[in-house]
């Protein structure tokens, strides 16, 4: 790979519902998510990532706020570093790909400008939009840039509130897909997430994973 279109990547680190792939790829590709009934107009370049693996955030999750398309609270980074940190899974995409994932979070219908060269690790970056509008940097991985987003609107500040079913499976079944740990690790470390318990035991975690039922009960 060129050092030019080395300039033109980054790993964009997911911890919500982007680390299930499948659901990812609907940010690149157009469709709808299995869980959703909103489909997703997808990026100007539907290329696929040219690569993805397992990430641990410096700091936890906080499920906050009401997602009309989950349902449900969805999951933002908190600012603060906490330890453990999040698993998440980072894709290698462009940059323009980066601006459209970002773009189709926040229900923007054209790009956003985002300045990529104020994206620092652990620095925090303001755009003009709307629920995710903090874009945090990470430490480079081989050189490349690595980048987060969540809301300026403190997380960790915020009143926790309970995932929807589809949601958390969502999630869950993602670090699956990418991170070598059992399911009840699994189950464990997201049931540390504010917001989940106690609406979710670690138990209804895992049966999302093992069974594929968005039974509560």
């Known amino acids: ?107 923007a219908e054209g790009p956003l400008s985002i300045p990529f060269d104020e994206v620092l690790p652990d620095g925090h970056t303001l755009i003009d939009t709307r629920a995710y509008d903090t874009i945090i940097g990470l430490d480079p991985v081989d050189g490349i840039p690595v980048a987060t987003f969540t809301s300026s609107d403190i997380p960790e500040q915020r009143p926790a509130a309970a995932p929807s079913a589809a949601y958390l499976a969502t999630i869950v079944r993602g670090l699956a897909e990418v991170h070598d740990l059992d399911h009840e690790t699994l189950a464990q470390r997201l049931h540390r997430a504010d917001g989940v318990a106690p609406t979710w035991t670690i138990r209804q975690i895992q049966r999302l994973l093992n069974n594929g039922t968005t039974d509560t009960v």
């Open 1 to 107: 790979m060129t050092s030019e279109g080395r300039d033109d990547l980054i790993w964009y680190a997911s911890y919500g519902s982007n680390v299930n792939r499948a659901r990812f790829l609907c940010y690149l590709e157009g469709g709808t998510p299995v869980g959703t009934l909103l489909p997703q107009r997808g990026a100007r370049d539907r290329s696929l990532p040219r690569d993805d693996a397992p990430c641990t955030f410096r700091s936890a999750i906080r499920f906050a706020g009401y997602s009309a398309r989950w349902e449900g609270a969805p999951a933002l980074l908190e600012h603060r570093r906490a330890s453990p940190g999040a698993l998440g899974r980072r894709y290698l995409i462009t940059k323009e790909q980066f601006v459209d994932v970002v773009a189709q979070e926040n229900g």
